[in-house]
């Protein structure tokens, strides 16, 4: 089971040789697998592997090739380091009160697609063990502030988890710059995801997408107007009329220029509301940010660490290896 991870997948890969001119030559994972079908032949590994032995040489070296462009991350030291074995322990997360912190570059994207990754293993994991454990709630909510949700890549079926997932009780908090990033990366999904979140949230903006699809989902209000008329002749007239008519709750230039200090609020079940942004220095815990006082800032160099840490009931083969190289 330790072995298990994207280091061994990369070293396959690089012993994978593949001859063209010698259709029986056999790499050494060819003898892997070769010994594994004599133990389990109908192992779902072995199934696979056979079906890619059925390429020709040209072809599987093709296939190998397009394997490691796409693994190439993966074979960056630093990452076969992060993803050697598991420390974060997601399936965790909904059995006591825990905070997780995956911190991202907000400049450099090349390894934001890991934190999809995570997400996506998140949700299965706690999903299954609310299921399999728990009688499908989770003992504590594990709630998921998702900043910048745009950035971090597509998660996999999240216009299905969103729908599934509240049942375990977990909750996913997307945050965008625009509601259009959305439709950018899940295309036609995005309508599906806005309407299984039960609340949204308009900060300020002015992206053209957003303000008008935050109109139109304002409605209405009912407004009294009324007009002169004078007309001049012989005699002078006068005349007024008095209408009823409907006009949108904020327009988009309305909203495009809202208060900073103000927020709209859409809760399901109850009509949109203009509200106060809530000043955070008035919380009672304001005085432990960094904010606040510069000392309380976290050193996160101090908690950088990828060496291995054994836990107390964890069961280790150990070797005895002879510096000498002489046989006792």
Same mark, same amino acid.
């Given at each position: 089971?330790?072995?298990?991870?994207?280091?061994?997948?990369?070293?396959?890969?690089?012993?994978?040789?593949?001859?063209?001119?010698?259709?029986?030559?056999?790499?050494?994972?060819?003898?892997?697998?070769?010994?594994?079908?004599?133990?389990?032949?109908?192992?779902?590994?072995?199934?696979?592997?056979?079906?890619?032995?059925?390429?020709?040489?040209?072809?599987?070296?093709?296939?190998?090739?397009?394997?490691?462009?796409?693994?190439?991350?993966?074979?960056?030291?630093?990452?076969?380091?992060?993803?050697?074995?598991?420390?974060? #322990?997601?399936? /965790? @997360?909904?059995?006591?009160?825990? *905070? +997780?912190?995956?911190?991202?570059? =907000? &400049?450099?994207? !090349?390894?934001?697609?890991?934190?999809?990754?995570?997400?996506?293993?998140?949700?299965?994991?706690?999903?299954?063990?609310?299921?399999?454990?728990?009688?499908?709630?989770?003992?504590?909510?594990?709630?998921?502030?998702?900043?910048?949700?745009?950035?971090?890549?597509?998660?996999?079926?999240?216009?299905?988890?969103?729908?599934?997932?509240?049942?375990?009780?977990?909750?996913?908090?997307?945050?965008?710059?625009?509601?259009?990033?959305?439709?950018?990366?899940?295309?036609?999904?995005?309508?599906?995801?806005?309407?299984?979140?039960?609340?949204?949230?308009?900060?300020?903006?002015? #992206?053209?997408? /957003? @303000?008008?699809?935050?109109?139109? *989902? +304002?409605?209405?209000?009912?407004? =009294? &107007?009324?007009? !002169?008329?004078?007309?001049?002749?012989?005699?002078?007239?006068?005349?007024?009329?008095?209408?009823?008519?409907?006009?949108?709750?904020?327009?988009?230039?309305?909203?495009?220029?809202?208060?900073?200090?103000?927020?709209?609020?859409?809760?399901?079940?109850?009509?949109?509301?203009?509200?106060?942004?809530?000043?955070?220095?008035?919380?009672?815990?304001?005085?432990?940010?960094?904010?606040?006082?510069?000392?309380?800032?976290?050193?996160?160099?101090?908690?950088?660490?990828?060496?291995?840490?054994?836990?107390?009931?964890?069961?280790?083969?150990?070797?005895?290896?002879?510096?000498?190289?002489?046989?006792?």
């Amino acid at each position: 089971m330790e072995e298990q991870n994207f280091s061994t997948l990369i070293e396959f890969i690089n012993a994978m040789e593949v001859r063209e001119d010698d259709e029986e030559f056999q790499n050494p994972v060819d003898m892997m697998f070769a010994e594994l079908e004599k133990e389990k032949p109908q192992h779902f590994a072995v199934r696979q592997y056979k079906k890619y032995k059925l390429a020709a040489g040209k072809t599987a070296k093709s296939i190998l090739i397009s394997c490691g462009a796409r693994l190439a991350p993966f074979d960056i030291q630093e990452l076969r380091d992060l993803t050697a074995y598991d420390e974060l #322990e997601l399936d /965790t @997360l909904g059995d006591r009160k825990t *905070a +997780l912190f995956i911190i991202m570059s =907000d &400049t450099d994207d !090349t390894f934001n697609f890991l934190i999809s990754l995570c997400y996506t293993q998140l949700f299965n994991l706690l999903c299954e063990k609310a299921d399999d454990v728990y009688g499908g709630r989770l003992p504590v909510h594990v709630r998921c502030l998702i900043d910048e949700a745009a950035n971090i890549g597509q998660i996999p079926r999240l216009e299905k988890l969103v729908a599934t997932i509240r049942s375990r009780e977990i909750s996913c908090c997307l945050v965008l710059q625009a509601q259009s990033q959305l439709k950018a990366i899940y295309k036609d999904n995005a309508d599906t995801i806005i309407g299984n979140m039960d609340t949204s949230i308009f900060l300020g903006g002015k #992206e053209p997408t /957003t @303000l008008k699809e935050l109109s139109a *989902a +304002l409605g209405k209000e009912t407004i =009294d &107007t009324f007009n !002169t008329g004078e007309s001049r002749g012989r005699e002078v007239s006068h005349s007024l009329n008095y209408q009823k008519l409907g006009k949108e709750l904020m327009s988009q230039d309305e909203l495009a220029v809202m208060d900073g200090g103000k927020c709209v609020l859409q809760l399901r079940g109850v009509r949109p509301f203009l509200s106060n942004k809530y000043d955070i220095t008035k919380h009672p815990n304001y005085k432990f940010t960094s904010d606040f006082d510069k000392r309380n800032e976290l050193d996160i160099e101090r908690f950088l660490s990828h060496r291995l840490r054994l836990k107390p009931d964890e069961v280790c083969e150990v070797y005895e290896a002879n510096p000498s190289g002489t046989t006792a």
